[in-house]
């Protein structure tokens, strides 16, 4: 048996292949829309891929073995951060054994620390509360002024991991904060459609995207984050819409349509499943059509 | 100037002379003021910290600003948590708990998790129950800097045998092991103290993991058996492992594992004689299995829909020679003379957002009724009241060649509090 033993370790090792020279960072992030904002920074000089998917919940992505893979070889993990992943992320970092993506390596990127981040609870945190964030709302990405802070972000640390490509991801940074600001002037008659306008939302994923559009989550279709509707909240959400005069009630893809649907039925509102992350929905291949098919939609539904 | 510097003099010292000569009700009268004006300015004070409390809820940074972050762990605390098993056994000829009791905590798990330093993380799992008392479940460290991809610990860990063995009993989809498990494994599962050296690679395209392990000992040591010797005097008497993992995604929804283990050791075994304390001889005892896994879980509705199918194939394998004590005639010995071979196989299957339906069938040639055949049949119901909390309700039919059927119907609550480490996928 031991002869066995030693005879399957030294295949293994000898099985392993050689890593071939390339010039390309290796990027890997948790989400759709680091992956997109990599992408636009790095250009040609990364090779970037993604775990979860834009319409899946990342808070829920299973830590498979193929994503190992990915990460081994990583130069960066770039990740939302704020415990957004941590449901899955540290078997992936620890099954990877990569000391470049472990905290402290070079390549640990938590994206979250270039954000101003918003509700961070005051006071003791526990469970009760559902499934809280300690350090604060994660879904930051749906404010174009944290989109422009991930590429200054990614700008940085391409440029310390590869200085050859300094000049190269500067460009690629200005390029994708000027095209931004062209959007954000065309998306400027839709914010004004949707400022002030009372709506209800199925998680707070939503909430970056409200302080950037202006508009008004009068409640939740959630009781606490991450716990599904009880009958009892749908009713006392019922009455708010009522008395607010809500008329749109805003979910995610990945959320059970139907009980959004009995609630606007109940309340004459109108459920709007808009895409929370690039590739939530087929044609949304980017963050700039990503941010202009949420808001125009959202613009649309609320006239 | 000597005007000037004595009439300071002499007005700093009348002020003083004053003060001393001031009443007492007029020094009470100050020093309530005095008081007040402080009681004022922390009133004010707990305000503005309140407004920065709240500011905090809101965005409490301006546009093109990015808050100064701080460490979220400054006395680099571990991470804490603590998971509770509670079961009720319900089964109509009375309680199958090991304990007798129809409710009983089964087990409580501390865990204490944290990086050690820049090389190395340190994992410590202590279990707590009524029939164990205290027992250090896991506890082992992970060097986390090795060069090749190499993953190695030392210390006590699950050992990496079949599929089901690598879960904590409370984190399993059914409330105790297989039989298979629990029979040529150990009913909470086998450990190991020792070494563990892990590599993952891909020479084919998709995920393959060897993982090999040298341990103390086959399995724990028997209470009432004792041997000339120790199992592990030589070295070939140690414990060793190899698992070979295969992983393959098919579609961005479904997948499969289907990987192979074996385990070798020394065990005691009994003797129908006893010489002195010794009562048991030392024989060599493998096991190989094979375990396959798939998974169903479509990515936009994965939320509410899922789909998983394991089974594992197990051959305990009693073969070799047999360490008998001086003067014991073979004819004396009382261990397993035979092989044994065991298999499940689970479904389940998610029917909405916190509940799954499954089931189980186990088939064994069980060692401990010298290979009369166990069939047992499970149906169960998980609810997940949150990712935190889980309570199964489950329906067991149960019978072994020669000895009639068994009806078991188990409840189990279970919890975990503190942050604790995903298991496993």
């Known amino acids: 048996m031991s002869r066995f033993l030693s005879l399957a370790f030294v295949a293994a090792a000898g099985l392993t292949p050689s890593r071939p020279a390339e010039a390309q960072l290796r990027v890997v992030t948790s989400t759709t829309d680091l992956y997109d904002i990599a992408r636009q920074v790095g250009g040609a000089r990364i090779k970037a891929v993604h775990i979860s998917e834009g319409y899946q919940d990342p808070h829920f992505v299973e830590a498979k073995p193929s994503f190992i893979l990915q990460l081994q070889r990583a130069d960066v993990f770039a990740f939302v951060g704020l415990d957004l992943e941590i449901g899955w992320m540290p078997l992936l970092i620890d099954g990877a054994r990569n000391p470049k993506i472990r905290m402290g390596g070079s390549g640990y990127v938590d994206v979250s620390k270039a954000i101003p981040v918003i509700d961070v609870p005051s006071g003791n945190v526990d469970r009760s509360q559902g499934d809280v964030h300690p350090l604060g709302n994660p879904h930051y990405w749906l404010d174009p002024d944290n989109a422009k802070r991930i590429a200054r972000l990614f700008e940085d640390k391409f440029s310390q991991l590869d200085p050859a490509g300094e000049s190269t991801y500067e460009a690629g940074r200005k390029a994708f904060e000027s095209k931004l600001d062209a959007n954000e002037r065309q998306w400027k008659t839709y914010v004004a459609k949707i400022k002030g306008k009372p709506v209800v939302a199925w998680h707070t994923s939503w909430r970056y995207f409200a302080e950037y559009t202006g508009m008004n989550i009068v409640g939740f279709m959630e009781p606490k984050p991450g716990v599904p509707p009880s009958p009892s909240h749908l009713a006392g959400l019922i009455l708010t819409m009522q008395r607010t005069h809500a008329k749109v009630i805003v979910m995610e893809p990945f959320y059970d349509k139907k009980t959004a649907d009995f609630v606007a039925k109940k309340t004459g509102a109108t459920v709007l499943v808009l895409p929370p992350s690039v590739g939530g929905k087929k044609g949304i291949d980017d963050y700039f059509a990503l941010m202009q098919y949420d808001i125009s939609q959202l613009a649309a539904a609320l006239q | 100037m000597r005007t000037l510097l004595v009439a300071v003099t002499v007005g700093l010292f009348s002020a003083a002379a004053t003060a001393a000569q001031t009443p007492d009700s007029v020094r009470a009268r100050a020093r309530a003021d005095s008081l007040a004006r402080a009681r004022a300015d922390s009133i004010r004070l707990v305000r503005e910290l309140e407004a920065m409390g709240r500011q905090d809820t809101t965005r409490s940074v301006l546009p093109g600003q990015v808050r100064p972050t701080g460490s979220t762990n400054p006395r680099l605390l571990p991470d804490f948590s603590a998971v509770g098993d509670l079961i009720g056994d319900f089964s109509p000829k009375g309680s199958t708990q090991e304990d007798g009791g129809r409710f009983s905590v089964r087990e409580v798990e501390l865990a204490v998790q944290a990086a050690v330093d820049p090389f190395f993380r340190g994992d410590v799992f202590l279990g707590i129950s009524d029939v164990e008392k205290i027992s250090i479940e896991q506890a082992f460290l992970t060097a986390t800097a090795l060069p ?172 070799g020679k047999v360490l008998l004590p001086q003067g014991v005639d073979p004819a004396d010995y009382a261990g397993p003379a035979r092989d044994f071979t065991g298999a499940y196989l689970f479904a389940r299957y998610q029917v909405t957002q916190r509940g799954f339906l499954g089931g189980r069938f186990d088939w064994v040639q069980d060692p401990e009724a010298d290979g009369a055949r166990l069939l047992a049949g499970t149906i169960l119901h998980e609810f997940f009241p949150s990712e935190f909390s889980k309570l199964v309700v489950a329906f067991e039919r149960r019978s072994l060649q020669g000895a009639g059927g068994t009806t078991r119907l188990l409840l189990q609550a279970s919890f975990a509090v503190g942050p604790h480490k995903p298991h496993p996928f």
Do not use: C
């Not at chain 2, 039989?179 to 086998?190: K, M, N, P, S, T």
């Not at chain 2, 020394?266 to 006893?274: F, I, Y």
């Open chain 2, 148 to 319: 090749w991809r190499l993953e190695a610990r030392l210390g006590r860990f699950l050992m990496p045998v079949g599929k089901q063995n690598t879960t904590h009993r409370h984190d399993l989809h059914t409330v105790e092991h297989a039989y298979v498990v629990q029979r040529f494994l150990g009913e909470e599962g086998l450990k190991g103290t020792g070494v563990y050296l892990a590599r993952v690679f891909a020479p084919f395209g998709f995920y393959q993991e060897v993982i090999l392990t040298a341990v103390d000992r086959f399995g724990e040591a028997p209470e009432d058996l004792v041997a000339e010797e120790s199992p592990n005097k030589k070295l070939s008497g140690l414990g060793y492992s190899a698992r070979l993992r295969n992983y393959w995604d098919f579609s961005q929804s479904t997948n499969l594992e289907l990987s192979a283990s074996a385990m070798t050791g020394r065990r005691e075994q009994p003797l129908t004689v006893s010489l002195g304390e010794v009562n048991a001889a030392l024989a060599r005892q493998s096991v190989v299995g094979l375990d396959l896994t798939y998974r169903w879980r479509p990515l936009q509705q994965g939320l509410y829909r899922s789909f998983l199918l394991q089974g594992e194939l197990m051959k305990q394998f009693n073969h």
